[in-house]
C-alpha cells in the first residue's frame, strides 16, 4: 500500500466509523485504491458492501494555478464523480482542510446515503471542496442541517432530479 499521508490517516477515521455504522449498516470492509469504474481513475476507498467510493483531496486538489484550484485536477474530479453516479456509487469527498471534522461528515453522509430512499447514488462534499458548479447531469447540489455533529452545521451533497426536470 503506497498512499499518502492524509489517506492514511483518513482510514483509520474511516475504519473506526464503518465499525461504528455496521450495527445498523450490514457488514462491508473498505478496499484501498480500487478502480471499480470502467473509464475512471482510481479511488481512495471503496465500500463494496455499501456501494461507497471514498475520495480524500490532499493539497494538490487546491494547488494555487487559478483561483486556489488546479482547473485541471477540478476538471478531472469532476469527470470522475460523473462516471462514479452513471454506475450507481455514492461518493464521499474529504478534503484535508476538514481533517478535523472528518468523523463527523464520514458518519453523517453514510448515514444520509444508507437512509435514502429509493436508494440513489450521491456525492457528498466536505465544506473545503464543495464546487461553485456541478456538470452532473441531472443532480443539483443541496445542503442538510446535520444534529449531533460536533463542528458540522450543513452535509452538502448532491441530489438527483426527477428524470422528466433533469432534460
Not at 55 to 70: L, Y
Not at 101 to 130: D, E, F, G, K
Request: glycine share 6%; hydrophobic share 45%; proline share 7%.
Amino acid at each position: 500500500m503506497k498512499a499518502s499521508g492524509p489517506a492514511k490517516r483518513a482510514y483509520l477515521v474511516l475504519r473506526g466509523v464503518v465499525r461504528q455504522l455496521e450495527r445498523v449498516m450490514g457488514r462491508t470492509i473498505i478496499v484501498w485504491e480500487a478502480q471499480v469504474v470502467p473509464g475512471a481513475r482510481w479511488f481512495d476507498f471503496w465500500l463494496p458492501g455499501w456501494r461507497v467510493l471514498v475520495e480524500v483531496d490532499g493539497s494538490q486538489h487546491a494547488s494555487g494555478i487559478m483561483h486556489g484550484r488546479d482547473i485541471r485536477q477540478e476538471k478531472r474530479d469532476r469527470a470522475k464523480e460523473a462516471l462514479a453516479v452513471a454506475h450507481g456509487r455514492t461518493i464521499v469527498r474529504l478534503d484535508v482542510a476538514d481533517e478535523h471534522r472528518w468523523r463527523q461528515l464520514l458518519r453523517a453522509a453514510l448515514t444520509h446515503a444508507a437512509s435514502a430512499s429509493p436508494r440513489v447514488p450521491r456525492i457528498y462534499y466536505s465544506p473545503a471542496n464543495v464546487p461553485e458548479k456541478l456538470p452532473h447531469v441531472g443532480h443539483v447540489l443541496t445542503s442538510s442541517p446535520v444534529k449531533g455533529a460536533y463542528h458540522l452545521d450543513k452535509l452538502h451533497f448532491t441530489t438527483p432530479l426527477p428524470v422528466e426536470v433533469a432534460r
